[in-house]
Structures are given as structure tokens and as C-alpha cells.
């Protein structure tokens, strides 16, 4: 009896948390997917499989871990299932060429010095550093964003990658370069920028 | 024949592209000697490997940070 009543309480809480953690989930399911409805679909897919099955999550690392581990799984898999062959009209905004070109002087030196961007890991123990890195994410391209998350956050290795999109892997290098440059712009702005100026 | 000395705008794409498949080792060379004398570049450098480990812990930043320091 006791036993029964711990165990409702335990998978109370894991609800409530699980719900807490929600918003979270769809901001990044929507980052990868551009998509509202396949979204939805995972994040709903996701706390079930976490919720059929509580006692996997043994507190090994914390919840949100677990629970953006399993989902990042589920993404993989709606990536592979859809096999939406990535587009890359040369115009989602200027030509890549204009736009690495723009960071570098004719003879190759670059343009400006880089800001220093202080110590990383003090940054990376900031959230609202990570918020201002979601933004800069959104602004991203759709089809740059898709395949910048495949890489960075979902870690998919380059070959697979190519077969899922149908990119080149000499565009998809160019790709991935011009979403970090972007990335680093955006943040160097919204972020480093504003640090040093405080 | 390649030249060994690289440009800053080489430099930048072989960072980048550093991160997704392996660099041979004559531009592993050429990339190292351009970062000793390069104070551009190694910034440049250091700010996408910041950017690497930021997308892995983008969406669990909390434990993640705590993760990797051991």
C-alpha cells in the first residue's frame, strides 16, 4: 500500500515535469523540424515513450537530458522516414559567395579582427546565452537551419546527412560553413557584443 | 603544387570544414602554421569551437554544462 502510493506519487511529479519541460521541446523539435504539426507529433511521442516506461530514467542524468535524448532519437527517425530532398536555391538570401566574400579583403586577410569572445565556459553556463543562440537559430534559412541541426545538434555524421537531404558533400561543407558564419555573426551582435558593452 | 602558406580566407573555410570530415595532413600543417602567426584566425577558431559545443548543449545547458567539467 505505501509502495503503491510512492509510485503515484512519483509518476505525479513526472508529469508535472514532463509538462514543465514541453515548451522547451517544441522550440527545438520546431528549430529542426519547421514544421508545427510533425513537431507536435514528436515532443507528444516523446513524454509517452517517457512516461510508458518511468522507471528507465533511473536519474543518471537529469530529466531534461533524458527526455531531449529520446526525443533527438525520434527526430532522427521522422529525418530518415521523410527523405524531403533539401532544395538550395543559390538565393536564400545573397549568394554564398557575396557573403563569405564581404568577411575578407581581395589579397584573403579578413576584413575586421574578431571580437574576443572571453572565456567559453563561462559562457556556456549562461541560459540566457542559449536563448539568444535559439533566436539566431530561427533566423537561420529554413533549409541552412535543417541541415545546421542535423550536424551540430542532432550530431549526424556528413555522409548521412547527404543521403537524407540529397545535398553534395562539397555543398554541404559550404553549407555548414555559412550557417556558422551566420551563427557567429548573429551572436557576436545580440550577445558578445552586449557583454562587452556592459 | 599548393602553396604552403594560407590565406585568412582559406584559413576560415578549412576551420569549418575541419569540423565535418578529416583534414589531410598537409592542411593540417598549412592551417597550424597560419594559426601561429594569425591572431584573426585562431579567434576565429576558437569562437566555432564554441559553437560546436553550444549546439551540443543547446537543449539541456544546464547538466550539460556540468557534464564537462571533470
Redesign the interface.
Given at each position: 500500500m505505501p509502495d503503491f502510493q510512492l509510485g503515484d506519487l512519483m509518476s505525479d511529479s513526472l508529469h508535472l515535469q514532463l509538462n514543465a519541460l514541453r515548451p522547451?521541446?517544441l522550440r527545438?523539435a520546431l528549430l529542426q523540424l519547421r514544421n508545427d504539426a510533425v513537431a507536435e507529433d514528436v515532443v507528444q511521442d516523446t513524454l509517452i515513450a517517457v512516461l510508458e516506461k518511468p522507471d528507465r530514467f533511473a536519474g543518471q542524468?537529469?530529466l531534461?537530458?533524458y527526455v531531449?535524448g529520446i526525443?533527438?532519437h525520434k527526430i532522427v527517425d521522422v529525418l530518415r522516414a521523410s527523405k524531403r530532398v533539401v532544395q538550395f536555391e543559390p538565393l536564400e538570401g545573397e549568394s554564398d559567395d557575396d557573403f563569405?566574400d564581404a568577411?575578407?579583403k581581395a589579397?584573403?586577410?579578413?576584413q575586421d579582427?574578431?571580437?574576443?569572445?572571453g572565456d567559453?565556459?563561462a559562457?556556456?553556463?549562461q541560459?540566457d546565452?542559449?536563448r539568444v543562440?535559439?533566436i539566431c537559430l530561427e533566423k537561420l534559412p529554413a533549409q541552412t537551419a535543417r541541415v545546421f541541426m542535423m550536424?551540430?545538434?542532432l550530431?549526424l555524421e556528413?555522409e548521412e546527412i547527404c543521403k537524407e537531404t540529397g545535398v553534395s558533400t562539397s555543398n554541404?561543407?559550404v553549407i555548414?560553413?555559412r550557417a556558422?558564419?551566420r551563427?557567429?555573426e548573429c551572436?557576436d551582435l545580440n550577445w558578445f557584443g552586449k557583454q562587452e558593452a556592459a | 603544387m599548393m602553396r604552403v602558406k594560407m590565406?585568412?580566407?582559406?584559413a576560415?573555410?578549412v576551420v569549418?570544414?575541419g569540423?565535418?570530415?578529416d583534414l589531410s595532413l598537409f592542411e593540417r600543417l598549412r592551417l597550424r602554421l597560419h594559426l601561429r602567426i594569425c591572431?584573426?584566425?585562431t579567434?576565429?577558431n576558437?569562437?566555432?569551437?564554441?559553437?560546436?559545443?553550444?549546439?551540443?548543449?543547446?537543449?539541456?545547458?544546464?547538466?550539460?554544462?556540468g557534464?564537462?567539467?571533470k
Open positions: 522547451a521541446l527545438f542524468s537529469s531534461r537530458t531531449t526525443m533527438k563569405i568577411l575578407f589579397d584573403g586577410h579578413t579582427m574578431p571580437r574576443a569572445w567559453p565556459d559562457t556556456l553556463e541560459k546565452f542559449f543562440m535559439e550536424r551540430e545538434w550530431e556528413t554541404l561543407w555548414l560553413y556558422r558564419l551563427l557567429r551572436l | 590565406t585568412c580566407k582559406e576560415h573555410r569549418s570544414e569540423l565535418d570530415r591572431d584573426a584566425c579567434r576565429f576558437g569562437q566555432m569551437a564554441l559553437l560546436r559545443q553550444a549546439m551540443r548543449k543547446l537543449s539541456a545547458p544546464d547538466d550539460a554544462a557534464q564537462e567539467r
